[in-house]
């Protein structure tokens, strides 16, 4: 009679069913052991491709950026110069206009040529595209030695600036009188002044409007030349005109 025994071992479903578990178990140990060791490997690759996006979408972020900048400074410069080649325009317009000019009306209906002297020329364009605190000085304005009174010589260039006035409306002036240092300070202040003050109502006398014209006297506070020569003196000696707005 056989034993049971070895039955058992010589069955054939049995060695079938456990070599299938074995089989079974083998393979679920080697995936287990294939994916733990592909894991790092696997979240390497993962921070390397980020890595990499990220690093492409900073590139495209920098060449926007760069684009933009380009183009706002390229519009920027464009009108830029659009308003100086409008600006130059303008001052050549005036300036040309005020050349073109030889002869003005006095407010009473007076002719009057102008820009017969380099002062009255550059009075003149300063008025015409308006330079602002820029000083001219009378060239054939004359006073008596020690007076406030104008000389008859004189008339003709203050009727000048009274035409040039006329003609631009919207301007404002200052006079400005200087002296020699010949006497004391106090009394050469005032004889600024009033010196300046005559010319003021010479140009009221034909038709300017007197808030149009400051008056200042500085005395011998301000000379442009030595007061150690005649000639120097005499440059000293002056009267001044101002465009203030």
Do not use: C
Request: no cysteine; glycine share 4%; hydrophobic share 35%.
């Amino acid at each position: 009679m056989p034993n049971d025994t070895q039955d058992s071992l010589n069955s054939p479903s049995l060695d079938k069913t456990t070599l299938t578990k074995y089989l079974i178990a083998s393979l679920v140990i080697g995936f287990f052991a294939l994916f733990a060791t592909s894991t790092p490997l696997l979240a390497q690759t993962t921070q390397q491709d980020l890595q990499k996006i990220r690093a492409d979408m900073e590139a495209r972020r920098e060449a926007e950026i760069s684009k933009l900048r380009a183009e706002m400074a390229l519009k920027q410069q464009t009108a830029m110069n659009r308003l100086r080649t409008k600006m130059e325009a303008s001052t050549t317009e005036q300036s040309r206009s005020s050349k073109a000019l030889t002869q003005l009306p006095l407010p009473n209906g007076e002719l009057v040529n102008i820009d017969n002297t380099d002062f009255e020329r550059q009075v003149h364009n300063y008025l015409a595209t308006k330079q602002f605190d820029k000083s001219a000085i009378f060239d054939k304005l004359y006073f008596e030695s020690g007076s406030d009174q104008l000389n008859a010589a004189s008339q003709e260039q203050v009727k000048v600036i009274a035409a040039l006035l006329h003609h631009y409306t919207d301007k404002h002036i200052l006079l400005q009188g200087h002296t020699d240092n010949t006497g004391n300070l106090e009394e050469n202040t005032l004889l600024s002044l009033r010196r300046s003050n005559t010319v003021k109502k010479a140009l009221t006398q034909l038709g300017i409007d007197p808030k149009r014209i400051q008056i200042e006297g500085m005395g011998s506070l301000k000379p442009i030349a030595s007061n150690d020569t005649k000639e120097g003196r005499e440059q000293n000696r002056r009267l001044e005109l101002m465009i203030t707005k």
